[in-house]
């Protein structure tokens, strides 16, 4: 062995003088050709410089040849590297997931022009996410940054630096703060009473009889609301849903076609230079549909803007202020961080805080819903929780969470199978590092399946299983704050979600009060079909049905001292058969 290294030491250090001796002679050539005519010195130029970038590139591949290289499936055509690979019609993270079995926790694909790494193993994971969280911070430039986000001025898409640091320090310290949340905690009680007094209204129109409904339209309603409510102080009720020149009615209909634009793939991200053909026409709409939300928030932050200068000595401390509010009262009219103005950053945060909190707070609501409908065991076990410690005397408030433990692990199960990000957002390498051992050149972007992670059999026992139990027993000290890297349904590090404590809120209370009012069951005790809709994210599919009933609080209906008094007598309790329906 010994021999041999030492061998490869001489053969190197001779690869080396022969290389230095080569290039005297090219020298000396040089020197030589200087002195003959004009032509032949431009030849002997051109091949001194020919012969140098050989010199480089044949150097360069050593080096790098040198340094262990990140497993690579084979295949790769030219131009379009491992496209044809993601072109079926599976959840690209059940893609990515199978060529994980093949390859490994960590391999790298070529997308296009751009490298791309992807990473499921929980210990590569934490290398990305810690040792190299700075230099994996920043986010690779696509389409949907450029053409929905304002020229990547939203917080999600925004490049790492100074502006994106001032937008998270902002979110993190002013929007999404314990404080914060607590002032506009009464914005989310009122919207699930809503929520719950329309379902009850539908419900209750065919007396005692089964009703189906639309559950997954009910959640997206509930949490739109709650968003647009906190947000910008609006809100998207049924009054509205036929007046379609209504600005919620139309800001939600292009939240709807920003969601989808935002999650499939667009050509010109893996080859740029075939943007202006817009293949397919996924540009074209992103612009019209930025158009679009951009008429409408410039309306509301206009709107905000002329009451904040009417009420100069106004308050953000108090529950009638809502983000926008706070975001005006926190950067000065002539503010410009990076390029962009005061009013692009409003009107960029605001998009993109109502973009993602609502679509992927009533996903998962729908898949939850969904789980507990295919397993009637733990459906039950969460009800009888609500029973025992809540009653049947009240609703259930946030304050009475923390005291139901099952269904907080329903809650955690459902987003270790359904995670609102089954991919994080694309990160790229900032520099050269190293991850899992293995050299990564900087521009390389970096994904990390979450899906996959969460489906590790080493870590979790049936990991395709739904058992809440395991969040009570085996694994009760998990958390879905970044800190287990096992687990990171909100991923982790300076790119995980900021507004966790918002999202969970609102899925526990929501959950909670469905569970609460109404008894549910699948029609003809079918199966809810669990099928995930194709793409990036991760949306339920839309052939599942579900049907619920239960006596639902008739104070849904009546005024307050009424809604008291049935209460106290348990009038409110009579065996009403109410029904829900997901389709």
Not at 394 to 418: F, P
Not at 445 to 466: G, S
Request: with cysteine; hydrophobic share 40%.
């Amino acid at each position: 062995m010994l021999l041999a290294v030492e061998g490869t030491i001489y053969i190197y250090k001779r690869y080396c003088r022969l290389m230095k001796r080569a290039q005297h002679l090219l020298l000396q050539f040089s020197l030589y050709f200087i002195r003959m005519d004009s032509s032949i010195f431009l030849e002997a130029c051109l091949l001194l410089v020919l012969l140098c970038i050989l010199w480089h590139s044949i150097s360069k591949s050593n080096r790098t040849n040198k340094k262990t290289r990140v497993p690579q499936p084979s295949g790769a055509f030219p131009l379009i590297g491992h496209l044809r690979l993601l072109g079926n019609q599976a959840p690209a993270c059940k893609t990515l997931a199978a060529i994980a079995d093949q390859y490994g926790p960590i391999y790298m694909l070529k997308l296009g022009i751009h490298p791309l790494l992807v990473v499921s193993g929980w210990e590569i994971v934490k290398d990305c996410l810690t040792t190299n969280d700075r230099t994996l911070a920043t986010r690779a430039s696509i389409a949907a940054g450029k053409h929905l986000g304002y020229n990547n001025a939203i917080i999600a898409l925004a490049p790492y630096g100074k502006y994106w640091r001032d937008l998270r320090k902002l979110a993190t310290l002013q929007l999404f703060s314990n404080l914060r949340l607590d002032l506009l905690k009464h914005v989310r009680a009122q919207e699930v009473q809503n929520f719950i007094k329309e379902l009850f209204t539908l419900c209750s129109k065919n007396g005692n009889h089964s009703t189906r409904v639309s559950m997954n339209k009910f959640f997206e309603g509930l949490t739109f609301n709650i968003s647009l409510r906190m947000i910008v102080g609006k809100r998207y009720s049924s009054s509205t849903y036929s007046a379609e020149n209504s600005e919620a009615w139309r800001y939600k209909k292009a939240i709807e076609k920003a969601l989808y634009l935002s999650g499939i793939f667009v050509m010109s991200d893996a080859i740029p230079w075939l943007e202006w053909m817009d293949i397919d026409g996924h540009v074209s709409a992103m612009k019209e549909t930025s158009k679009e939300l951009d008429s409408v928030i410039r309306t509301w932050v206009e709107e905000h803007l002329r009451k904040r200068s009417e009420d100069q000595q106004g308050k953000i401390n108090d529950g009638e202020c809502d983000f926008l509010d706070v975001m005006i009262a926190n950067l000065q009219p002539e503010a410009e961080i990076s390029g962009h103005s005061r009013d692009v950053i409003l009107k960029a945060t605001v998009m993109i805080l109502t973009l993602t909190g609502s679509g992927s707070t009533a996903t998962t609501l729908t898949w939850a819903l969904s789980l507990l409908l295919n397993h009637p065991t733990a459906l039950k076990l969460a009800q009888a929780e609500l029973d025992t410690h809540v009653g049947k005397g009240r609703w259930v408030e946030e304050t009475d969470i923390e005291n139901l433990k099952y269904l907080q692990a329903v809650v955690k199960e459902t987003l270790r199978l359904y995670p609102p990000g089954p991919l994080t957002g694309i990160r790229e390498a900032m520099e050269d590092c190293t991850i899992g051992g293995y050299y990564v050149p900087k521009g390389t972007r970096l994904v990390v399946n979450i899906w996959k992670l969460h489906r590790d059999p080493r870590i979790w026992e049936n990991p395709c299983e739904f058992q809440p139990e395991r969040f009570l027993t085996t694994h009760a000290d998990i958390d879905f704050r970044g800190q287990n890297f096992e687990y990171l349904p909100f991923s982790s590090g300076r790119r995980s979600c900021p507004a966790i404590n918002l999202g969970v809120a609102v899925v526990h209370l929501g959950l909670a009060r469905v569970l609460q009012g109404f008894d549910i069951t699948t029609i003809g005790g079918l199966p809810v079909d669990m099928t995930e809709s194709p793409g990036i994210a991760l949306p339920k599919n839309g052939r599942g049905r579900f049907l619920g009933r239960r006596a639902c609080m008739c104070v849904v209906t009546m005024d307050e001292e009424e809604r008291w008094r049935r209460i106290a007598t348990g009038t409110a309790w009579q065996g009403l058969r109410l029904a829900g329906v997901v389709y």
